[in-house]
């Protein structure tokens, strides 16, 4: 289970064990004394994966481009989401809700694989001087610019002093 999650292993063993019972995660959580959003989605796992919601998944399943549009498309059109969710193997049904919301917020392209990593090092906003003249005249801007400043300060803690 999710590292991060509020239920401990015992109180997912006792809620599975409720909901195989027969009961709900709103009767689940009112007799274990747990928050009901965690076990609602334990109740949305186990609905998908019965007693293996219990195990932890330890990596992350990528799926294409045309998978996850085909996934959309069927979900915009109306079939269910646990229904999407059961037959394409997803361990939940927040990632088709994101890519749900990911598809109507920037298109097709939204769900394409994006690069992984620190993105390149951009270069340099003035490229540098092909020849030896241009490299002189903006290293002599520069150094304009810096006089010009150091004359500033100078002249600014000159009206400071009385």
């Known amino acids: 289970m999710n590292p991060h999650s509020s239920l401990t292993s015992e109180q997912r063993a006792a809620a599975v ?3 195989e019972a027969g009961h ?12 009901r959003q965690a076990l609602r989605i334990l109740f949305e796992r186990w609905k998908l994966h019965g007693r293996r919601a219990l195990v932890e998944k330890r990596t992350k399943d990528r799926f294409p481009f045309e998978m ?43 769900l394409r694989p994006k690069p992984r990593g620190r993105p390149k090092r951009r270069e340099p906003a003035t490229p540098e001087p ?10 002599n801007e520069r150094l304009r610019a810096q006089v010009a400043y150091l004359g500033k300060l100078k002249a600014l803690r000159d009206q400071e002093r009385p």
């Not at 709900?24 to 928050?35: C, D, E, Y």
């Not at 092909?130 to 290293?139: G, K, S």
Request: charged share 35%.
């Open 17 to 19: 064990d409720l909901f």
């Open 68 to 110: 996850k549009l085909e996934i959309v498309l069927r979900r915009l059109a109306g079939e269910t989401a646990m229904d999407l969710c059961s037959e394409y193997g997803l361990s939940s049904r927040k990632i088709l809700n994101k890519w749900v919301r990911i598809f109507r917020d920037q298109g097709e392209d939204g």
């Open 24 to 35: 709900g995660f709103k009767t689940a959580t009112s007799s274990l004394g747990v928050g």
């Open 130 to 139: 092909t020849d030896e003249l241009e490299r002189l005249r903006q290293e």
